[in-house]
């Protein structure tokens, strides 16, 4: 079990880009999969971007070709590059293990 903190929300521009970082506080590099989610009040939380421990990466269609997710084993580190961000990518981003939650970073996009 590892402690999961994210940072780098904001408020942004539709348009503009965001790098939401994950910073664990154990390591990660025994985790099959990484993954950043998302949830808007009211609504399911949904997967955006998952890492496999090889690299291999999978994206929701929504984010396809805009969004980019990394992991840093060494830094304990998972990143969410989103470009050309729109205004329904406005949510809560979480990062996770799988078995572990960190408390979320707001993201809002104005248009």
């Known amino acids: 079990q590892v402690r999961l903190v994210e940072s780098g929300g904001g408020l942004v521009q539709a348009g503009e880009s965001l790098r939401l970082s994950c910073a664990a506080s154990g390591s990660i590099g025994s985790y099959n999969s990484m993954a950043w989610y998302r949830q808007v009040p009211g609504k399911q939380r949904e997967l955006v971007a998952l890492i496999s421990r090889g690299g291999s990466t999978n994206y929701a269609d929504s984010v396809k070709g805009r969004f980019t997710i990394s992991r840093d084993n060494a830094k304990k580190m998972l990143y969410l590059q989103m470009n050309s961000l729109k205004p329904e990518d406005t949510a809560v981003y979480y990062c996770?293990?799988?078995?572990?939650w960190g408390q979320g970073t707001q993201v809002t996009v104005s248009s």
């Open positions: 996770s293990t799988g078995a572990d």
